[in-house]
């Protein structure tokens, strides 16, 4: 697998960000099959041109390289090592390109259980959003032996705009990547409470948006969600449970370390207020309209469709 | 007073801000007279070339317009309004430019004095450090009346980049300062939250800053402060005791409204802890230093000088 047109590659999890990666091998000419529990998702890949399969090992027939962009650990490792798993059936010496989520010791032991069936695995977790994903111009924050990397290049070539080589050590792709969440996570929490209080104190949140995005205050996050909240738009970019997940791995990492995240365990808490208010599969910037509910505050809100 | 040349202005407060903005003003031809409880800031201001007065109300004879860069509410309402106080000495008609952080009632409450005396007051919190103040590259955020601006002008075009002009209501430059602090004061403390944990990971903390900065984690205070973290480097360009006082005013506005500020609140207490643990007047990336303390945790420690 040398060029992306030569390539075979296998895409497990059609979600926003599964669905645009896949898209972005298709348009440069690769062979992609793709699966996804939830049919849904499936019809979409097939409406764009994809093929689809019916389980992860048919969806791994002859792959040189398998992308997994499932929810967590968990899921990682039942669609490549259950049954029907995807590893049984890909080429030897193949790779796995691994972009869930996950602690560094999950993807220290899915690189060691990749190695024992002969296969190579990437620890690359992923960052910008469903839109850079359709667009082939993902972060990918991504760490395994320098084979894997050579064999996973065409692919990542395709999908990503940047791509972190960070060591030959599984676990340091998905290190970088659950501190990027902690800062993304906290952040979003921060922007919420921030500009509910500034409506509060009575201002114009449209020009507190013009002079903290110009200021010390300012976060990448304040800048990118802060405008959901302006336009009362909630369809999710990205959703709340996608942070009660992350940031519980964050909270989770931190105390088998015994390491205190103060910060984190507060965000943690509001993405769950958040979730328990039934905004959970929503626009992550729902925590604002949550702080609203609560103290009973007039955010703008969705323009009503005819 | 309509052009910097003939404008004599008063400044009380020779801190790090206060020094910067009035030798600002010094370089553009302004008489300035400086005033500071502690001599050696006098002194410095002296050895740079400027006037120095033996109390407020001497720093105010005459002037066109006063610059109030205190710690606080209180201590602007004493320098102006208490024994030897500067209101009584300035021209009928100037300018009182109220730079201190303070809460939205502080700032109406001491306009309202100002106007009983006959003088304009711009509530006028600035943003940008040490290092801009001396530029004369500030962010201001003021508002007040058309008049207090006019009168104003002068000062605001030599100390400033940017001057946000947020209505006529004396409250709204320090509600907006106030929820740019949340932002500054969260952000600060969570950076350091993660630099440490990304530390305790194994992460090499150098490719971290590389890969955050350009990631959806990034702050602008993440970007700012980290560098004194990898330099070992906690000379204070901004204390940590700024943001007990500053967090401290932001959730005492929260409690006030009946506005809950949970992040604040965490951030608040790091920043206590910090200033518990004897760094309190140094860099307010010792949050990290704070951590690392508690953890056992090794980061980059100054140079030592020969």
Redesign the interface.
């Known amino acids: 697998m040398t060029t992306a047109e030569a390539a075979t590659v296998g895409v497990i999890g059609l979600g926003s960000m599964g669905l645009g990666m896949a898209q972005a091998m298709v348009r440069a000419g690769m062979r992609v099959t793709g699966y996804d529990v939830n049919p849904q998702a499936m019809k979409e890949f097939s409406a764009r041109g994809g093929r689809v399969a019916a389980h992860p090992a048919a969806a791994a027939e002859d792959a040189d390289a398998m992308v997994v962009v499932v929810v967590n650990a968990a899921q990682t490792d039942a669609v490549l090592f259950g049954a029907s798993g995807a590893a049984a059936a890909m080429k030897r010496g193949g790779v796995i390109i691994s972009s869930a989520t996950m602690s ?1 010791d999950d993807a220290r032991r899915l690189a060691a259980k990749a190695a024992e069936v002969g296969l190579l695995y990437l620890d690359a977790p992923i ?3 469903a839109a850079k994903a359709a667009e082939g111009q993902l ?1 990918v ?1 991504a760490s395994g032996s320098k084979e894997s990397f050579v064999r996973a290049r065409p692919v990542l070539d395709v999908v990503a705009h ?1 791509v ?1 080589e ?1 060591g030959a050590d599984p676990g ?1 792709g998905a ?2 990547k ?7 996570g ?2 979003i ?3 919420c ?2 500009i ?3 409506k ?4 114009d949140i449209e ?2 948006y013009k ?2 995005t ?9 800048q ?1 969600r802060v405008p959901h909240i302006l336009a009362g738009d909630y369809t999710p970019r990205s959703a709340v449970d996608i942070f009660t997940k992350d940031l519980g791995i964050v909270a989770d ?2 105390r088998a ?1 015994k ?9 943690l ?2 993405f769950l207020m958040t979730a328990a208010a039934g905004m959970g599969r929503d626009d992550d910037a729902s925590v604002a309209r949550m ?1 609203a509910q ?2 009973g505050l007039d955010l703008p809100s969705t323009p009503v469709a005819d």
């Open positions: 560094p960052s910008g959003g972060t924050m940047t972190y960070l340091m290190s970088f659950i501190v990027n969440q902690l800062l993304a906290v952040h929490a921060t922007a409470e921030a509910t209080f500034a509060r104190l009575g201002l020009l507190v002079v903290i110009a200021s010390a205050g300012n976060s990448w996050m304040f990118d990492i931190g370390e390491f205190p995240l103060p910060m984190t365990a507060i965000a808490q509001m702080i609560v103290t």
